[in-house]
């Protein structure tokens, strides 16, 4: 079958069917209807080799060999980090994970396809700055980045900062064209990085009630959808953002995705939050979306 309904009302498109959805959220995103939402599978898009963690568990393995955790949470990442956090101090973390995503990471052919695009909004999950380094190149004059920043530090109930392409820090609120929304923070420009159990324990606690959600984000995706590559939601923590970032948005919903390697919670995940799966590779739909494919 080429749509298969499966258990918690998940959708799963294949072959045509696959292509057909494809080309209708390709002309979403370029009529600004839908907001991609890109997380660090494209990393493996755009090099056989990242020169950064492209998944939570190769950040982990980084972070224990500079201090190895105990084997119960060895390949968490939240929790190695917590670890780090908790023997060796905030600053020797953050210094870490600066040096972690130090290599800048080559944008993908779709990074510089959604780069041109006239979106009102982007969301990048991960860290490493390929979005934005996307969006520089582009010459774009008319984007800023609202980054998510630990508490650890702060006093004022301050959860963002805003910054220009050029790294500088603008008042948060600042009007611009295309948002680039980055919730867990980014190595560039000023190495922000929510990554820590502690980092999320005040998030979690408000997310609810969308007090870390920057404003400007629940005005724009209230009358768009959201379009998920090169993520996983085999976490809990990641299922939580993704639930309270696309809240309340009108849809439609669609993640490239491999069906055949969801977990439980996966799919669960997307069958309540109604998001379709096109089930295809990523390095098709990437070529795909971006005009290289027919």
Same mark, same amino acid.
């Given at each position: 079958?080429?749509?298969?309904?499966?258990?918690?009302?998940?959708?799963?498109?294949?072959?045509?069917?696959?292509?057909?959805?494809?080309?209708?959220?390709?002309?979403?995103?370029?009529? /600004?209807?839908?907001?991609?939402?890109?997380?660090p599978g494209l990393l493996r898009l755009g090099s056989a080799e990242?020169?950064?963690?492209?998944?939570?568990?190769?950040?982990?393995?980084?972070? #224990?060999?500079?201090?190895?955790a105990p084997s119960k949470i060895r390949t968490n990442m939240w929790s190695v980090a917590q670890f780090i956090e908790q023997r060796r101090h905030r600053r020797t973390l953050q210094a870490w994970m600066t040096e972690i995503f130090a290599a800048p990471a080559t944008p993908t052919t779709l990074h510089a396809w959604l780069a041109k695009l006239p979106l009102s909004l982007i969301v990048d999950s991960w860290y490493e700055g390929a979005m934005r380094a996307a969006l520089a190149e582009a010459g774009r004059t008319d984007v800023v980045e609202i980054q998510g920043i630990t508490r650890a530090?702060?006093?004022? #109930?301050?959860?963002?900062?805003?910054? /220009?392409?050029?790294?500088?820090?603008?008042d948060a609120g600042a009007a611009t064209k295309t948002v680039l929304y980055t919730p867990h923070g980014s190595v560039r420009p000023a190495a922000n990085f929510l990554i820590a159990d502690s980092d999320y324990v005040e998030a979690?606690?408000?997310? /609810?009630?969308q007090?870390?959600?920057? /404003?400007?984000?629940?005005?724009?995706?209230?009358?768009?959808?959201?379009?998920?590559?090169?993520?996983?939601? #085999?976490?809990?923590?990641?299922?939580?953002?993704?639930?309270?970032?696309?809240?309340?948005?009108?849809?439609?919903?669609?993640?490239?995705?491999?069906?055949?390697?969801?977990?439980? #919670?996966?799919?669960?995940?997307l069958g309540a939050s109604g998001i379709t799966v096109i089930d295809m590779p990523e390095s098709e739909a990437m070529a795909q979306l971006a005009g290289s494919a027919s």
């Open positions: 079958m080429n749509t298969i309904p499966t258990s918690g009302h998940l959708v799963v498109v294949r072959d045509s069917f696959a292509r057909k959805l494809l080309e209708l959220a390709r002309r979403a995103l370029v009529c /600004d209807q839908v907001i991609p939402y890109l997380g990242p020169p950064v963690p492209s998944t939570p568990e190769a950040v982990a393995a980084a972070l #224990n060999t500079r201090a190895p530090n702060e006093f004022a #109930n301050v959860w963002t900062r805003t910054y /220009d392409l050029a790294g500088r820090e603008l979690l606690t408000e997310i /609810d009630i007090t870390p959600i920057p /404003d400007v984000v629940k005005e724009r995706r209230t009358d768009r959808g959201f379009f998920f590559v090169g993520c996983r939601f #085999n976490d809990q923590m990641l299922r939580t953002y993704a639930r309270q970032i696309m809240k309340r948005s009108e849809g439609p919903r669609y993640a490239i995705m491999d069906a055949q390697t969801l977990t439980r #919670n996966e799919a669960r995940f």
